[in-house]
Nanobody, 123 residues
Framework: EVQLQASGGGLVQPGGSLRLSCAVF????????IGWFRQAPGKEREGVSC????????YHKDSVKGRFTISSDNAKNTVYLQMTALKLEDTAVYFC????????????????WGQGTQVTVSS
């Protein structure tokens, strides 16, 4: 069974940057579309970004376009979410999961969430 582990969160000031990592275990990053979701306090979990298994296509929700970049590293079996120009509203717990990635992202049926990583944007 594929397992994904998110890491790299932290506390950052508005305008700052962070890079999140999603390590893949039990499979190769080239086997699955992988996406990032986030859940802010009191809000529903939302899809943020995703990358296809062949790394040729990706998606970002409108509010992060131009600020977030998603990439994959086959050698490290890891998907990265590079976040720049962070805003207060980016504060959330971020999760990664296997998805169907296209004009949006949808978590794969039965895909585990795994432990998220907290991103806090605060001055």
């Amino acid at each position: 069974e594929v397992q994904l582990q998110a890491s790299g969160g932290g506390l950052v000031q508005p305008g700052g940057s962070l890079r999140l990592s999603c390590a893949v275990f039990g499979a190769s990053v080239g086997d699955y579309d992988i996406g990032w979701f986030r859940q802010a306090p009191g809000k529903e979990r939302e899809g943020v970004s995703c990358i296809t298994a062949n790394a040729r296509s990706w998606y970002h929700k409108d509010s992060v376009k131009g600020r977030f970049t998603i990439s994959s590293d086959n050698a490290k079996n890891t998907v990265y979410l590079q976040m720049t120009a962070l805003k207060l509203e980016d504060t959330a717990v971020y999760f990664c999961a296997t998805v169907t990635c296209g004009f949006g992202l949808r978590r794969s049926s039965g895909a585990p969430w795994g432990q998220g990583t907290q991103v806090t944007v605060s001055s």
